[in-house]
């Protein structure tokens, strides 16, 4: 493809554009609307491009109209911890996937990996029965608390970060083990001082995977949540009221939401997409 | 998968067992000569068990979360489990198979209001996974040879996939909004192509505002596939057909869409079980009360379970949907690795 022919060249520009407009409008109408003044979005104005005023007013009126400081909170403890031993379990699983020839382990990567395609409607119920019968028998509670909901993510994203991270530890080369286990280094030596480090990459990929999927979880937050433990994925519905719905107050909350993601998941980019294609590519 | 979960519990039992042999060989406790005492006899054994040992958590918790509920799952499907039942659900009756019958029955209530969203599942299936599909592979191949602009443009066609999905659904619920929306806006006041405001999120209408928006989310996720594979085709096939003339659009259909079947047939199987099994898109778009036209799958089994609280209804439903996806995807794979092979 030495040559690209004009015809090509207007062809690019033109799908890009179309496919630019479509994917920023909703970016450009979240931004600006955030920053109008309640009157311009209230019911009976019609839409806006520009604010007749500007007003960062959205941004303080928002924790104060549905307690968006408990969700952020629930959600940020529930995906970090979701997140890290998602990641600790994975890597372990991984390790063995990648690394041991053991009965078992196809049956293993097929059950965990043909999860992924369950409808998720399927394990809502049983899981909410399994949590009351546990709370049943042990006075745990574990519906509607924050616990319930960091294992019932923390296992949700384990077949695929497994997946992710067992592809990324086959690239590293063998060698590299033997030559430490020569050493006299144990199993977890290896992946602690050997494997992991070179794997930095794919953790890192799988980190961010994991905490953006538990972040926009809604299913299993909608039915395993209450009042105090609600995630952002359902609290954020509080804004519609009977009178209206603050929609400046909504776009504003959901830039704030969207910011640390979508920015980790721009900083790590790299890491990221070559995580996520590995296992297609190969 | 009924054999895989039957030889699950074995794995889990064997490294149970052999638990108090890893303590003694890690831990520095106990004195020097125990430990090698230990480690000559267990040495063979060790071997063989690090594997499960290292297993263990991740199958502990899918045992929890994914393999026992699904076999539970399964089990209520079969018995009549209603709201007084919730919390002791042992104890509820057996249905045998009415809750099947029920839900197949075409000619009743329950079975032809399934067999309808069944219908819409399916149409908006296709039309979600071939639009991403589209959009996502015209993107990553205009974006293909570096030029001017073409690292900023990606990283921005990649927002809509990073973005939580309950924020970016939210933004097109306001924007679809019939007197303060965006869209209604444009096509009324702007461009004058309709003279009075549609409602997007009633009737028929809602079909089509769900698709949108799904596809919206989804085609980054191709284009990042679709990517990907691009860059694992070799220089020297295109410098090969360029030699024998090819241009640019000729190369597409005759090098590029060809070399892409391996990715393709992963990305189309994913793209397929998510967009089936979607949920949060009418979920966020509608505020849970979702209208018939978008009435998908997942939402007619949720607002069957946890509105008209009868659960055996909702089991039977989706162990229907689960078998259907799993028919569909046996079918796909034999044929979409056929395929792939008679290519390379």
Redesign the interface.
């Known amino acids: 493809?030495?040559r690209?022919?004009t015809?090509?060249r207007v062809?690019?520009w033109v799908?890009?554009v179309l496919?630019?407009l479509?994917?920023?409008?909703?970016?450009y109408?979240?931004l600006i609307?955030s920053f109008k003044p309640l009157s311009d979005?209230?019911?009976?104005?019609?839409?806006r491009?520009w604010p007749s005023h500007l007003t960062i007013r959205p941004y303080f009126d928002m924790w104060n109209t549905i307690p968006l400081a408990t969700y952020f909170v629930n959600s940020i403890i529930v995906c970090t911890v979701a997140t890290v031993f998602s990641v600790?379990?994975?890597i372990?699983?991984a390790?063995?996937?990648s690394?041991?020839n053991?009965r078992?382990?196809r049956?293993?990567t097929?059950?965990?990996l043909?999860?992924?395609?369950?409808?998720?409607?399927?394990?809502?119920?049983?899981?909410f029965?399994?949590f009351?019968?546990i709370h049943?028998t042990t006075g745990l509670q574990l519906y509607q608390t924050r616990t319930g909901l960091i294992?019932?993510y923390?296992?949700?994203v384990?077949?695929f970060s497994?997946w992710m991270l067992a592809g990324y530890l086959e690239g590293i080369p063998r060698e590299l083990d033997e030559a430490a286990r020569v050493d006299g280094a144990?199993?977890?030596g290896v992946l602690f001082r050997v494997v992991l480090p070179a794997a930095r990459p794919g953790v890192i990929a799988v980190a961010v995977y994991a905490f953006?999927t538990s972040?926009?979880e809604?299913?299993f937050a909608?039915?395993m949540t209450n009042g105090s433990s609600e995630t952002?994925?359902i609290g954020?519905?509080g804004y519609?009221t009977q009178l209206g719905?603050y929609?400046n107050q909504?776009?504003a909350a959901?830039?704030l939401?969207?910011l640390p993601?979508?920015a980790a998941?721009?900083l790590l980019?790299r890491y990221v997409?070559?995580g996520?294609?590995s296992?297609?590519?190969k | 998968m009924p054999v895989d979960t039957t030889t699950e519990p074995d794995e889990v039992a064997g490294a149970d067992t052999t638990r108090p042999r890893r303590r003694s060989s890690w831990s520095r406790g106990p004195s020097r000569k125990w430990r090698s005492r230990w480690r000559w006899q267990s040495r063979l054994n060790w071997a063989k068990i690090t594997p499960y040992l290292l297993l263990l958590p991740a199958v502990l918790l899918e045992l929890l979360v994914h393999i026992v509920p699904m076999v539970i799952g399964i089990w209520i499907s079969f018995i009549k489990l209603t709201q007084e039942y919730i919390q002791h659900w042992g104890q509820a009756p057996t249905a045998g198979l009415s809750n099947y019958r029920i839900a197949v029955d075409f000619s009743g209530p329950v079975g032809r209001s399934l067999l309808e969203s069944f219908k819409i599942t399916c149409l908006y299936t296709v039309v979600v996974v071939a639009f991403s599909w589209v959009i996502g592979v015209v993107a990553a191949w205009v974006l293909q040879r570096p030029f001017f602009g073409r690292g900023p443009i990606r990283t921005l066609f990649l927002v809509p996939y990073a973005l939580p999905i309950f924020a970016g659904v939210i933004i097109w619920n306001f924007m679809l909004q019939r007197d303060s929306g965006a869209i209604n806006e444009l096509l009324v006041n702007n461009l004058h192509l309709v003279h009075h405001r549609p409602f997007w999120l009633l009737g028929n209408n809602a079909f089509f505002s769900t698709a949108v928006v799904a596809i919206w989310r989804q085609w980054p996720f191709a284009f990042l596939m679709v990517m990907a594979g691009m860059q694992s085709i070799p220089n020297d096939v295109y410098e090969a057909s360029s030699l024998d003339g090819a241009g640019s659009w000729a190369q597409f259909f005759h090098v590029t869409l060809p070399m892409l079947r391996p990715v393709n047939r992963v990305l189309l199987l994913m793209l397929f079980l998510w967009t089936f099994n979607d949920f949060n898109t009418p979920f966020v778009l509608f505020n849970n009360s979702v209208p018939p036209s978008a009435d998908l799958m997942s939402i007619h089994i949720y607002s069957n379970s946890f509105q008209v609280w009868n659960f055996g209804y909702g089991a039977a439903m989706s162990v229907l949907m689960l078998l259907f996806l799993l028919l569909v995807t046996a079918i796909y794979l034999p044929l979409a690795n056929r395929r792939s092979r008679s290519v390379t």
């Open positions: 493809m030495s690209e022919s015809s090509f062809f690019r799908v890009i496919i630019g479509f994917t920023l409008l909703p970016l109408i979240m609307s979005v209230s019911s009976g104005a019609s839409f491009w600790i379990v994975a372990f699983a390790y063995a996937v690394r041991y053991f078992g382990r049956v293993f097929t059950t965990v043909s999860t992924q395609m369950f409808p998720g409607i399927l394990f809502l119920l049983p899981l029965l399994i009351v019968s049943n294992i019932t923390l296992t949700f384990l077949p497994i144990t199993a977890l953006m972040w926009g809604i299913l909608s039915v952002l994925a954020l519905q519609s719905v929609w909504v776009m959901a830039l939401v969207s993601i979508v998941f721009m980019q997409i070559a996520l294609t296992g297609a590519v």
